[in-house]
């Protein structure tokens, strides 16, 4: 039995005073509450119940006992470059750039402050893969360029569903991290292959855009759709790498039109942001013409 006006903290069986900290097993003490801290998201412990919060203190009891000896390093230690003074993170047990916070924040679908809780032995492997790494080596130790190989192995789009919301996010698979290593070794000469074919095909051009949906664009304003005379061409580049301000040609029975790319996107049709579209990607060509003369399974030639 704990002494007049003390309690037995339920984490860590020791006896407090004062008004500790609530789980759902009841109060914890403030000893325990500095612990929590740094291993659980702001709030996420309280309706845990103390068996559980204690598990996770003892998994990270080491990198919790040495938190505040780690120092900052040079230089980031997922990718190498030198660490900024303040666009860093800081880990349970390192500090790592914003790029590569911001990297592991969307391979693992959470935000800032649950990475913020991981150590880096947790987060590393996630930098393993080869859309991350931007390639992969084969066993022999030669590196090959993702962006060399997507035109044979482009990103895999899948949706995933976002927990407790009701949507989905964009998720990429690589085609590139389940390859054999003979598949692998043989992959820049089918692309090579792939590159000749289309240009017998369709000529030289700067790029080849394949498209698969025309969408009208509108801004929404106080529950009133107001259309303007942008449209965003939907589809995948096929050859090549595509600009802002490239022009693009698509050519019909009728004659041939001629427009200017303005804007560029990935596959989510609100984003207009990108400065490039690369050989194999999915995406969206914004212009401004009234556009009647593009349709599905059009090819644009882009110079
Ligand atoms: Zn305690
Ligand atoms: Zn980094």
Not at 40 to 55: C, G, M, Q, S
Not at 69 to 87: A, H, N
Not at 182 to 202: D, G, V
Not at 264 to 291: I, Q
Request: aromatic share 8%.
């Amino acid at each position: 039995m704990a002494k007049m006006g003390t309690k037995v903290c339920p984490i860590c069986g020791k006896e407090f005073k004062g008004l500790g900290n609530i789980c759902k097993d009841g109060d914890y003490c403030n000893e325990c509450e500095k612990k929590v801290r740094l291993v659980f998201v702001e709030d996420e412990e309280d309706h845990l119940p103390a068996a559980k919060i204690r598990a996770k203190l003892n998994k990270y009891a080491d990198a919790i006992a040495a938190y505040d000896s780690i120092k900052k390093p040079e230089t980031c230690p997922i990718c190498g470059k030198k660490l900024p003074k303040l666009m860093n993170m800081r880990l349970l047990d390192a500090f790592i750039c914003m790029g590569c916070a911001e990297k592991a924040r969307d391979m693992l679908h959470t935000g800032y402050a649950a990475v913020g809780c991981m150590c880096l032995s947790e987060i590393q492997p996630l930098f393993g893969q080869a859309a991350v790494q931007g390639g992969r080596a084969d066993s022999s130790g030669v590196f090959h360029n993702a962006d060399a190989l997507r035109i044979v192995y482009p990103l895999i789009r899948t949706l995933w569903v976002v927990p407790g919301e009701d949507g989905y996010e964009v998720e990429y698979i690589d085609p590139l991290d389940s390859l054999s290593d003979e598949e692998l070794q043989a992959a820049p000469a089918l692309a090579e292959q792939r590159r000749a074919e289309f240009e017998a095909k369709y000529g030289t051009h700067k790029a080849i855009f394949e498209v698969d949906k025309i969408t009208k664009l509108y801004n929404e304003s106080k529950g009133r759709r107001h259309y303007r005379n942008e449209y965003r061409i939907g589809g995948r580049v096929l050859l090549g790498n595509i600009a802002l301000r490239d022009q693009a040609v698509v050519k019909r029975a009728e004659g041939t039109k001629e427009f200017t790319i303005r804007k560029l996107g990935d596959c989510r049709e609100y984003r207009s942001d990108l400065k490039e579209l690369k050989e194999g990607m999915e995406g969206g060509l914004f212009v401004e013409a009234s556009l009647s003369f593009v349709y599905p399974g059009d090819i644009l030639c882009i110079d």
